[in-house]
């Protein structure tokens, strides 16, 4: 059955481009020419999309602000009989973006749910960062307030498969540094611009990334990927030379090389096995006790 022809009303997630507007798909073409009308995040954001391909529909606002008010008219809309398509300012609706509240609302009210698959940034920075992908885990944008955003790393400092997240770029940089000092050094990608003139994708060691951006600030939408805990890690080999080292012994191989106190050689060591702090400490004390 075509979209066009379904009974009554429905909401339509549809994904739109997240910069080349050649990404957008004939499927979400066609939906959008045939709803009734477009919830937007800004409307003059879709507006220019539509425009681009000579689409006249209504368009209602529809962001974080409005949402508790706006998405029961919309329900009452498509109880009409209405078929609404939901879109964001770029990629899939929802995901980290407004629409959760109007997902809901519609399976309450038994009103049809139809996603329109596309672009999304998660699954192009993935796809061509080189890290693990067989199983990640999304924290959408970390918490803007220091404090919040390192408890929030310490809550997955353990996680083992790779991370996914949004940043903006203002807040790049102390989110990297705090990721170095949490989570260890491990490999990690910086995708920018996706699909956009200046995409880029900057890869490394999260230290060798906090190095490159102290410099230069990014512009741009960001993703960032961290790598997983590293097998060195779990099987305690140095990283610097391969060569088979307990954690409690590099501990101590610091603190004789650079006179430092035990809590900062572990601090180091923890970046070099490419694991928490937290966790080094555990694993620490396991060690001695054993």
């Known amino acids: 059955m075509r979209e066009s022809e379904h009974p009554g009303g429905c909401l339509y997630l549809v994904a739109t481009p997240i910069g080349n507007l050649e990404d957008i798909s004939l499927r979400a073409l066609r939906i959008l020419k045939e709803v009734d009308l477009i919830a937007c995040e800004d409307t003059r954001q879709t507006l220019k999309l539509l425009s681009h391909f000579q689409v006249r529909k209504p368009l209602e606002s529809y962001h974080e602000h409005n949402e508790m008010t706006r998405a029961p008219e919309l329900i009452v809309r498509m109880e009409e009989g209405a078929r609404v398509a939901l879109v964001s300012d770029a990629g899939t609706p929802v995901i980290s973006d407004p629409g959760h509240r109007l997902v809901s609302l519609c399976l309450r009210h038994k009103i049809p749910v139809i996603p329109i698959p596309g672009p999304s940034a998660i699954v192009a920075a993935l796809a061509a960062c080189g890290l693990p992908s067989e199983e990640f885990t999304f924290l959408g944008f970390l918490p803007a307030r220091p404090t919040e955003r390192r408890r929030r790393l310490q809550k997955i400092a353990s996680e083992s498969r790779s991370l996914v997240l949004y940043e903006a770029p ?13 989570l260890g050094d491990r490999q990690a990608v910086v995708a920018r611009e996706l699909t956009k003139i200046h995409e880029e994708f900057v890869r490394g060691r999260i230290a060798d990334l906090v190095r490159t951006f102290e410099e230069n600030e ?51 060591a923890a970046r070099e096995f490419g694991i928490a702090r937290r966790e080094a400490y555990k694993r620490l004390l396991a060690e001695e006790n054993s």
């Open 170 to 182: 203002h807040r790049l940089r102390a989110t990297l540094r705090d990721a170095l000092e949490i």
């Open 218 to 268: 990014p512009r741009g939408e960001i993703t960032l990927l961290i790598g997983p805990p590293e097998e060195n890690a779990q099987t305690g080999l140095r990283p610097s030379d391969g060569q088979a080292v307990s954690l409690t012994e590099r501990v101590a191989q610091i603190v004789a090389a650079q006179n430092v106190d035990r809590k900062s050689a572990l601090k180091q």
